[in-house]
């Protein structure tokens, strides 16, 4: 069996992934990936461990749909911990590196979003800010 190429590209396996999500989920990570390529625009992307991941030469960020909830795995226990009381005051659970994001909650949102843009960008920056220090 063959290794994996870590620095494959193949977003058509993302938009697979999507698609095969129910309505609700797929909507918020949708918006997950825009908000991601948004932050890191030369990212690539790809599905890996049967989840969408995002790499800069190492792994960024993955999304994931769960049964209540979709994922933002910061791929950092730091992170989430770092801001703990932000992410508990909006009401996003975390376990591990991972964020818990409830999908059409009263979250704190921008315009036109189920999500808490501004602390989401603010996580995904912060993982950024970590992988340049590695």
Known sequence: MSKPTPDRHAPQEVDAYLAAQEPAFRATLAQLRALIRAVAPHCTERVSYKIPIFRLQQDFVAISAAKQHCGLHT????????????????????????????????????????????????????????????
């Open 75 to 134: 791929m950092s226990k730091a992170v989430p911990q770092a801001m703990r009381d932000e992410l508990k005051a909006a009401g996003i659970r975390t376990s591990g590196a991972t964020l818990h994001i409830k999908t059409g909650s009263d979250l704190p949102v921008t315009t036109g979003s189920d999500l808490p843009v501004t602390l989401i960008e603010k996580a995904l920056r912060a993982r950024l800010a970590e992988m340049a220090e590695d």
